[in-house]
């Protein structure tokens, strides 16, 4: 895992990103969005070798402002209060899992159809038993299964794709190598049911193996 990825990542590069999300986002456009405890989940999470696709998102240095920011991107359809900690590290059980399958022609361009993420969230109350229904609490997930826009560089191997729908949108600003992909994660919500800010936040930076994210 690589921590020092925000620093390795072009200003002009996250600058476009942000810019043309906020020219572009269109609210209203056809809903694409699972997002519950325990979702529907067709994103594959695994490569065609049968290795595990599933990468983490992550902030280390800094746990309060990860939990926060990841509570505030739930809050679309959840108060962050309906979570427990959400570890920062990228390394324990518990925190937030990503998976991206993206596809691209040979421009470049996003194939919006068959592009998908999904954004697993084990915050520490996964596992326990929920009181009022006496089942397990499985992971909050949020599933995007089209994309919204997005551009791949093959010479440069650096990539941005766009999720969006009436909610709001989750950006990823990257580049890859052989074996992982690394970069940023950028969210801005339309709504909040807890009153959550609804500017642009960085929730913090990604990696996912490569042969999952391109396979």
Partial sequence: MKTSVLSKLTLGLVMALAMGLSACAKKGDSAVRVAK?????TTSSTCSTGASSIGRIYYPSNQSAFEAAVKSFVSTNLPGSAFGSIDAS?????????TMNLRFDSAGQI???NSKVLVQIRDSLVGTIDSSTQKEIPAYEVQFTSAYN???NKSTRKFTVTFEDQYGWIGFDGYYDNNNAYGTVYFKNYSSVDGSSLQQQTMGSFWVPTCGLLN
């Fill in 37 to 41: 405890r325990g979702g529907e989940i």
């Fill in 90 to 98: 990228g390394s324990a059980a518990n925190g937030v899992f990503l």
């Fill in 111 to 113: 194939d919006k159809a």
């Fill in 150 to 152: 997005g551009v791949l």
